[in-house]
């Protein structure tokens, strides 16, 4: 699947529309002031094999704009040490009991267990409950960590539904630019998303060498909730663990990220080695997948179409 850095850049290939346009134009004014002219057929056929050509030349151009990445490579990074945002899910499904207490105070005690066992980890928190909120920034002061950890509800904010893409983006950006730690975000989710796509902000994350830890909290069989509807009536609606949705998402963000259910045994000594990986030594080198830029192939091609264009067309309609 092709993605891109910069999307907004594919907007150019609209230019194609009044370039053709142009040329339309261009040949109706030459058939009706020339039209007993016996080369004007070659005239009208080199302008048209020119504008094909250099229209696909421009929506090369316009694509190599956008940074398309195609493809994966593997490559080594440093990383010393490691920094980890928690960003927990808050939302109002959080509060199913379908696994004991509920959702949401399995998740706050799983992420303090994690937590006071990263004693050389900067560690910060991320609230999901609409949009995301950085809580914590990075800190050593894990006691301001912790002390927010434990006051999690959904209440804390009035946001309804739950962004886990922006909420993930706000994770991603509380790191400082340029720092030279292993990057960590361990999402704390049953998968339920009413707002925003999740594969949306996964890319950044590849391209950032940011790894993703996805813990599941909830039963695939699930548990129901009381909400408000539309005409604010109370209606009873179903949650479940969204299990297979979050597993994707972990193998889409590569990086070593993974998923795991929070009710699997030893899952938090998992989680909690990986987090210290990258403590272990004050330096080393891991290899990653990256994705290939493709910007180079594709404006080669647009600068061979402009060429053909040039050479087929472009010489015998200044001609005339």
């Not at 010393?80 to 959080?94: E, K, L, P, Q």
């Not at 996805?214 to 069989?221: A, P, R, S, V």
């Not at 929070?262 to 080695?273: F, I, N, Y």
């Not at 091609?301 to 005339?320: H, Q, S, V």
Request: positive net charge.
């Amino acid at each position: 699947m092709i993605e891109f850095e910069k999307p907004f850049f594919l907007l150019c290939i609209i230019g194609i529309l009044p370039a053709c346009a142009v040329t339309l134009y261009r040949i109706k004014k030459l058939k009706e002031s020339y039209a007993a002219a016996g080369e004007i057929h070659a005239i009208i056929r080199a302008l048209r094999i020119r504008t094909a050509f250099w229209s696909i030349g421009w929506l090369f151009l316009s694509i190599a704009a956008a940074v398309p990445l195609w493809g994966t490579k593997q490559t080594t990074v440093v990383k010393h040490g490691n920094a980890v945002i928690f960003a927990v899910d808050i939302s109002r499904s959080m509060t199913v009991a379908d696994i004991a207490p509920n959702r949401l105070e399995f998740a706050k005690r799983y992420v303090s267990f994690l937590i006071e066992r990263l004693p050389e980890t900067a560690c910060g928190l991320v609230t999901i409950k609409g949009l995301g909120t950085l809580a914590v920034p990075l800190s050593f002061n894990h006691q301001s960590v912790l002390t927010a950890a434990e006051t999690l509800s959904p209440f804390n904010a009035t946001s309804a539904g739950s962004n886990l893409e922006h909420g993930l983006r706000v994770a991603l950006e509380a790191f400082p630019e340029n720092r030279l730690t292993g990057k960590t975000v361990v999402l704390c989710t049953d998968g339920g998303e009413t707002i925003g796509s999740v594969p949306r902000i996964l890319p950044r994350y590849r391209q950032e060498n940011v790894q993703l830890i996805i813990i599941g909290f909830g039963t695939e069989t699930g548990g129901t909730l009381s909400i408000l509807n539309e005409k604010h009536e109370s209606v009873v609606q179903k949650s479940v663990l969204e299990e297979s949705i979050l597993k994707r998402y972990a193998e889409q963000t590569l990086n070593g990220s993974f998923y795991i259910s929070a009710a699997d045994l030893g899952s938090a000594q998992k989680v909690l080695q990986s987090l210290t990986e990258g403590d272990a030594e004050s330096e080393k080198i891991r290899y990653v997948q990256k994705p290939v830029r493709r910007t180079f192939e594709c404006t080669a091609m647009a600068l061979l179409f402009f060429c053909i264009g040039l050479c087929a067309g472009g010489i015998r309609a200044k001609k005339m």
